[in-house]
């Protein structure tokens, strides 16, 4: 009998707020001295039973270039920006359902299901919970909309409203987006648990904008009394615009979004084990990059010149439980990077791996036959074409600009070498002694730098960048 695979993404995951990962608290929490800075107890229970990866890292960012590393394998931000899914492209769906695998997709994540992108293709069930950022659902104009906080601190106000029209009907915690997914993802799995071999992807977006938990997962986080205004979708970039009280509440609100979304993913592992399939399921526990909240002086994901993607953005959580305990309780230091999870999960099932696929296996590091996959590992995204830049900018607010290239970033054990294009200063930090990334030590380690630009001018060469922009970080 084949076996199963379930893969789960939140979206806009912070590594410092999944408990777990034992990571110092980033900030302090007002009024909640002495008291736990996060709370996931679901995925601190996944994690004792699966393999932790500590350096898992992102390729390409962020929302739909992610999926499409996850879906080919390959590494996008070299030569694609923000687009759909090509037609000649190979994805994991597909590959998956000529193996014999009945495939399906479970997502609120609105740009998966946006227009033409083609993310749906390969599933023989897909479903759609609508009503997501930027989702066009509702159009009903009496219903109310007022953004609780004044205009200029709100990103895309016209988007803010159109979500809250989308949840005009929200009453219980399990209306909840996040909830409504895994709890349909849970269904789906109950009637197919006799299936011969299943895959099963689910999607959902939160914790990403807007930041609008339920009152009771807020109050855990909340500054206690605070009365000020409700930042749901801050403005991207510097993050001055708000108060000290008004960033802390923006944090509270994240903060209990993800414990939202531990309870639900909870309840669809929960329904796996109930159901049996502990012993012959595979679970991918993921997200697709983090989100700044001051880190840096900065908010959100923005772009440009203030697109560094520094150590919050770039390295994430990742939770693979292997039905045979593999690695259970296990802290995995290698390098990972999203487009090795395609060869992973056809590996798992014995299934061949495209010759399209950049990518490599984890097991034969987990299985002690290799010490690591990667020597480093490479983060970045490509500025949008024109034809993409609408849909990007509607569902992900400033995903990046259209003509100007932000920094790459190469990672390693210890160092983090931030390569900026052109005329911009590049920077190094020292993870190992500085892993906030406080202090650049570029001119006292010129040859760590040198080698990782090296490595990264090779890497974009070999993934088939286009020389132009290639050229664009040709310099230290």
């Known amino acids: 009998m084949k076996r199963n695979v379930i893969l789960i993404m939140n979206d806009s995951l912070r590594r410092d707020h999944v408990n777990a990962y034992g990571v110092p608290a980033p900030w302090e929490r007002p009024g909640h001295a002495g008291e736990p800075f996060i709370h996931t107890p679901c995925l601190d229970k996944l994690a004792a039973e699966s393999m932790l990866f500590e350096r898992y890292y992102i390729a390409s960012y962020p929302t739909v270039p992610n999926r499409t590393d996850l879906y080919t394998g390959r590494y996008g931000f070299c030569y694609r920006g923000w687009q759909p899914l090509e037609p000649n492209d190979v994805i994991l769906p597909e590959v998956l359902k000529r193996a014999g695998y009945t495939t399906a ?128 979708f801050p403005q991207y970039g510097h993050c001055d615009y708000m108060t000290a009280d008004e960033l802390n509440h923006v944090r509270a609100l994240y903060a209990g979004e993800v414990t939202l979304c531990d309870t639900w993913v909870g309840h669809l592992i929960d329904t796996v084990d109930r159901l049996g399939l502990k012993d012959n399921t595979l679970i991918v526990y993921m997200t697709d990059h ?35 305990g593999m690695g259970a309780g296990e802290r995995i230091g290698g390098l990972v990077q999203p487009p090795d999870i395609m060869p992973t999960i056809l590996d798992f099932l014995g299934v061949s ?7 490599r296996s984890i097991w034969p590091m987990i299985k002690g036959r290799k010490p690591r ?52 200063p590049s920077m190094l930090f020292d993870l190992e002694h500085d892993p906030d990334q406080l202090n650049n030590v570029i001119a006292d380690h010129a040859d760590v730098a040198e080698r990782m630009h090296n490595a990264l001018l090779h890497f974009l060469e070999e993934m088939g960048s286009p020389r132009e922009r290639i050229e664009k970080f040709a310099s230290i």
Request: with cysteine; hydrophobic share 30%.
């Open 105 to 232: 997709l479970f997502f609120d994540t609105p740009p998966i299901g946006n227009n033409e992108y083609n993310f749906t293709r390969g599933y023989d069930a897909w479903d759609w919970i609508r009503g997501q950022l930027g989702d066009r659902y509702i159009t009903d104009p009496r219903v109310p909309t007022p953004v609780p906080a004044d205009k200029h601190k709100v990103r895309r106000v016209d988007g803010t409203q159109q979500y809250l029209r989308n949840q005009r009907d929200r009453l219980h915690e399990e209306d909840y987006l996040a909830a409504r997914t895994l709890r349909a993802a849970a269904r789906w799995v109950e009637e197919n648990a006799s299936q011969d071999g299943f895959f099963l992807w689910v999607d959902t977006w939160d914790p990403h904008e807007p930041f609008d938990p339920p009152a009771h997962y807020l109050q855990r986080y909340d500054r206690p009394g605070y009365d000020g205004q409700h930042i749901i």
């Open 290 to 324: 983090g989100h700044l909240f001051g880190d840096h002086g900065l908010e959100g994901k923005p772009g440009g010149q203030l697109g560094t993607i520094y150590e919050p953005t770039a390295r994430v959580p990742l939770i693979i439980r292997h039905p045979d």
């Open 353 to 359: 791996v495209p010759e399209t696929v950049q990518a």
């Open 373 to 424: 996959i990667h020597n480093y590992a490479f983060s970045g995204r490509f500025p949008l074409g024109t034809m993409y830049s609408y849909t990007a900018a509607h569902f992900d607010g400033w995903a990046g600009p259209d003509r100007v290239a932000s920094p790459l970033t190469v990672s390693d054990e210890k160092w983090s070498y931030i390569c900026a294009p052109e005329e911009w």
